[in-house]
């Protein structure tokens, strides 16, 4: 594949990532323009009893909106980063492009130096065959032709040089780019949505036991966190064909420090079931964390349930915590 294809290519490839970054953004946008929306009778009704004559402090209402205007300021927090890193990568890519434009130049310079220093070698060879020809100047010639030779040994030795340094600095722009390519992969690791493929949802319903038919289980995802609520409904696809799911649905938040990846909460860690299905979860790459309901402080109808929390960073997961059967 020559050069202007493989340029194509990260033409392209660089027009997509902005296009689903500037999707990103406008999912975040969405998200925070929904929490407005759906907060906003809510505060008006806190207004009003705020302004009541004599009427006490609205306290449950302050408390319930607390979480809620957080979860929007950390939202539109979300977003305005966002934004800022694609700003960030758009400028360092055109930097690159820009650095690889100028030593484009410099490498064609060289070249055109050498092939002058060819053409004074060639115009010296002339000269010296000329000189052999008239034997009356046939010295004096040939001292000529000897120091313009040499002159011209020189400025070919002098453009090799140059040449050198320019493949030397396009071998360091190429590091650069792979570099750079390197950290661009990883900003896309971490933005990139979870999902579970059709083989791996495959591999979980195959997991499940025939004793399971029919089993009831919830699955929950956070409220705000609309990729978290796209992986929540990718594993209850996976499980539904076998399993009676309850969900999903969204959930506001605990407070205090929310945890990240997925959790199999129960309401004992012997719940009938719960050992297997972390199994089959596990058999299509959804590393779930047992954990007792009341360790997470939810409720359930069902006495089981999968919690989809945020993504967790990059390496950051562990090994998930076993249920005993």
């Known amino acids: 594949m020559d050069l202007s294809a493989l340029e194509g290519i990260s033409r392209a490839l660089e027009r997509s990532l902005d296009f689903w970054g500037l999707m990103l953004l406008l999912a975040t946008a969405v998200v925070v323009i929904g929490l407005v929306v759906e907060y906003w009778h809510d505060v008006q009704e806190f207004w009003m009893r705020l302004t009541w004559p004599m009427a006490a402090f609205p306290w449950d209402k302050f408390t319930a909106l607390a979480g809620g205007i957080l979860v929007t300021i950390g939202v539109a927090g979300e977003l305005l980063v966002t934004y800022k890193a694609s700003s960030a990568e758009t400028r360092l890519r055109e930097n690159s492009h820009k ?14 130096s ?7 070698a060639a115009a ?30 020189s400025d070919s030795s002098k453009a090799a040089a140059t040449a050198s340094d320019a493949l030397r600095t396009a071998g360091k722009v190429t590091e650069e780019g792979k570099a750079t390519k390197e950290q661009a992969d990883e900003i896309r690791d971490e933005i990139a949505w ?18 399971l038919n029919g089993y009831k289980i919830e699955v929950r995802h956070l409220l705000s966190d609309p990729e978290a609520a796209g992986y929540a409904a990718d594993i209850a696809n996976a499980l539904r ?51 007792p309901l009341s360790a997470a402080n939810l409720g359930s109808n069902t006495g089981i349930f999968v919690f989809v929390w945020p993504k967790p960073a990059p390496q950051s997961h562990k090994p998930n915590k076993p249920i005993a059967k």
Request: charged residues 25%; glycine residues 10%.
């Open 194 to 211: 979870r999902h579970i493929s059709p083989e791996d949802m495959k591999k979980i319903r195959d997991a499940l036991p025939a004793s």
């Open 114 to 120: 050498a092939r002058i220093a060819h053409d004074e």
């Open 124 to 153: 010296v060879k002339g000269i010296a065959d000329e000189a052999r020809a008239d034997a009356k100047d046939a010295l004096a010639k040939a001292q000529i032709a000897q120091a313009e030779l040499a002159h011209a040994e």
């Open 241 to 291: 064909p076998n399993l009676a799911v309850d969900g999903t649905s969204g959930y506001l938040g605990p407070w205090g420090t929310i945890p990240q990846g997925v959790g199999l909460y129960v309401k004992s860690l012997d719940f009938p079931g719960a050992a297997d299905v972390q199994r089959a979860l596990k058999a299509g790459g959804v590393e779930a964390d047992g954990a």
């Open 99 to 112: 650095i690889e434009g100028l030593l484009t130049q410099q490498a064609g310079s060289a070249a055109t």
